[in-house]
Nanobody, 117 residues
Framework: QVQLVESGGGLVQAGGSLRLTCAAT????????MGWYRQAPGKQRELVAS???????NYADSVKDRFTISRANAKNTVYLQMNSLKPEDTAVYYC???????????WGQGTQVTVSS
């Protein structure tokens, strides 16, 4: 069974940095895209950043130039480096893996990021 295990969330002051890690475990032959989503209280889940198997990246406008997504394919792991954090970045961050073994999609359990002003 495939699982996504996230780590790295926490509490940080505005202007600080955090690095999120998501490792996909289980019987995995391939993963197409991996990404990070977030959901703040009372809001819909939104895409933060994604990265394809060919390392093509996509970012939400609100995080461009502050967040960087990367992946280590050999480890089925994706990272999100978050710099210059703002209180509005506070949310539960979810890892997503799409095209796992060609056709499956998986979500992580979520990790809380809280940015204090």
């Amino acid at each position: 069974q495939v699982q996504l295990v996230e780590s790295g969330g926490g509490l940080v002051q505005a202007g600080g940095s955090l690095r999120l890690t998501c490792a996909a475990t289980g019987k995995i032959f391939s993963i197409n895209a991996m990404g990070w989503y977030r959901q703040a209280p009372g809001k819909q889940r939104e895409l933060v950043a994604s990265i394809s198997s060919g390392d093509r990246t996509n970012y939400a406008d609100s995080v461009k130039d502050r967040f960087t997504i990367s992946r280590a394919n050999a480890k089925n792991t994706v990272y999100l480096q978050m710099n210059s954090l703002k209180p509005e970045d506070t949310a539960v961050y979810y890892c997503n893996a799409d095209g796992v073994n060609y056709y499956s999609n998986y979500w992580g359990q979520g990790t809380q990021v809280t940015v204090s002003s």
